[in-house]
Structures are given as structure tokens and as C-alpha cells.
């Protein structure tokens, strides 16, 4: 059985996510949510709280979506990276997250409305970057990469690059274009 404070989370997400995190009031979540003022305020001090709340959640459900989907691709650890790309491009079609739809990357939107890089949410963003960022380098080390590091590097530029441009252009093709250029990156820095 659902709790009020997952409601009140999965709630405040969906609105953060599609509708920005300074522009949704909390009156909007809690009549979304159908959970009373005082419940949410049992549960999180302030605004501020159920915006980390959130964002640990989408940290939890993306990380878990795309290295899934990664997975399922093939055993072979060059294949799941190259996978990432396919799973990205689903999700600019908006056919990953149920009721989400695509609107861009909440990590890079949190970090944007809250610039300064000290604030708890612009650090929850930086920390699911890099946690992506970390297994993306391990799939590198297992496909046998020289320098799984600088490889993992350029492989999340290349997928925050398709984000933005998917978000800003509307363009989900971008994933596929990302994808090609991976392929190249791969070649040389895998051996044959």
C-alpha cells in the first residue's frame, strides 16, 4: 500500500519535472496529491525538503531504469553502452517513464534553477551525474577500455549532449546521432 509521502513525492516530481521546481507551489502538489498540509509538513520541513525528496526519487527510478535497459540490451559490456543511446532515445519519445513524458533531464533543470553549486539540490544533481558517470566507467573497464575514465567521460558528454539537444530542440533523433559517434569513441579506445 502507498504511503501519503509517496504520493506527496511521486506528486511533487511529476509537477517539478514538467512544470519546474520554483514555478509549482506547494498548494498545487498537495491538491494534486490529495494529501493535507499538515501531513506533508509531518513528513518534510519545507519546500526545500520535498524537492530533495523528489529528487533522490527520480535519482533512484532513472539510475535503475537505464542501467536495466542497458542490461537487457546484451551480457556484452560495449553493447550496453551502446544501448545507453537506445534507451535515451525512448525516453525523448516519451515512452520510458509512465505519466512523465520527456521533458528534459530534472538533474540538468534542478542544477539550471539552482545555480549555485553549494545549494543542496544543485548537489544531488552533481552526485546522480556522477553516479552515472561511475557506471559508466565500469562498463568501460569491463569491455577492456585503456582509460575507462576519459572513455566514460566522453560517452556521458555525448548523452548529456543528446538531452539537451532532444529537450531544447526537440529532437529524440539525437540519441542516434550520440549513438554513432559513441560507436567511433568505442572502436578506438576498445580493443578489436
Avoid at 84 to 100: C, N, P, S, T, V
Wanted: aromatic share 8%; charged share 25%.
Amino acid at each position: 500500500m502507498r504511503s501519503k509521502r509517496d504520493d506527496l513525492v511521486d506528486t511533487a516530481l511529476r509537477l517539478f519535472y514538467t512544470q519546474g521546481f520554483n514555478a509549482t507551489g506547494i498548494d498545487k502538489i498537495l491538491a494534486e496529491s490529495g494529501v493535507a498540509k499538515m501531513t506533508m509538513y509531518k513528513h518534510f520541513k519545507s519546500k526545500d525538503e520535498l524537492i530533495l525528496a523528489a529528487l533522490q526519487r527520480r535519482d533512484e527510478q532513472f539510475r535503475e531504469w537505464l542501467a536495466g535497459e542497458m542490461t537487457k540490451a546484451s551480457d556484452h559490456p560495449r553493447e550496453q553502452l551502446l544501448a545507453m543511446f537506445d534507451a535515451l532515445e525512448q525516453w525523448f519519445r516519451g515512452r520510458a517513464f509512465k505519466g512523465l513524458g520527456f521533458a528534459g533531464c530534472a538533474f540538468i533543470n534542478a542544477s539550471g534553477e539552482f545555480s549555485q553549486s553549494d545549494h543542496p539540490a544543485h548537489r544531488l544533481a552533481a552526485e546522480h551525474k556522477q553516479s552515472v558517470l561511475d557506471y559508466i566507467a565500469g562498463l568501460c573497464a569491463d569491455a577492456g577500455a585503456r582509460d575507462p575514465v576519459t572513455l566514460a567521460e566522453q560517452l556521458a558528454l555525448l548523452k548529456e549532449g543528446a538531452i539537451v539537444t532532444a529537450q531544447v530542440r526537440g529532437l529524440p533523433d539525437a540519441a542516434q546521432t550520440a549513438k554513432s559517434i559513441a560507436k567511433g569513441l568505442l572502436d578506438a579506445a576498445l580493443p578489436a
